[in-house]
């Protein structure tokens, strides 16, 4: 599949998402409220077969912040980025760990450094941080580090 043909089909399963094609490879940007169903979709569909999450990450706008997930096809070695914007004070999303296995590890990171609720998560707990960071969020631009002065 080539990226005008993965433009093409995604622009025939969602017509009112338009693909940004500045960066080299094709993004699409979605509303909370359309992100599983779009996901889910993107995974199933016969066409598309994004069977492969190979980065999940968040940053941090200090306006909101935005998860930004990388989906590739095995078989058509494709990739898609899928954006979605999240409010900053309550920044909640639905969890994708039931469809990609490898999202669990990486959503449980974003929880700890960026305070992302992932909603219906199997086991949303700090991975990297020890005990007692629990809301303190160390990758948020507002995060100020008493001890090593950190301010940015």
């Known amino acids: 599949m080539t990226k005008d043909e993965l433009k093409i089909k995604l622009q025939e399963l969602f017509p009112a998402t338009i693909p940004d094609e500045t960066a080299e490879w094709l993004t699409i940007n979605l509303a909370v409220p359309d ?24 940053v941090d706008w200090k306006t909101h912040l935005t998860m930004v997930y990388h989906f590739t096809s095995t078989g058509h070695r494709q990739p898609l980025v899928v954006k979605v914007n999240l409010d900053r004070n309550k920044p909640e999303i639905q969890t994708v760990s039931q469809i990609w296995r490898t999202a669990e590890f990486n959503e449980r990171e974003a929880y700890e450094m960026f305070g992302v609720n992932f909603l219906n998560h199997p086991d949303l707990r700090l991975l990297i941080l020890p005990d007692g960071w629990e809301g303190k969020n160390p990758m948020r631009k507002d995060f100020e580090d008493p001890v090593n002065m950190i301010k940015l």
Do not use: A, G, Q
Request: charge should be neutral; include cysteine.
């Open 35 to 58: 992100f599983l169903k779009t996901v889910e979709l993107l995974r199933n569909d016969p066409v598309l077969k994004m069977d492969y999450l190979f980065c999940l990450t968040c």
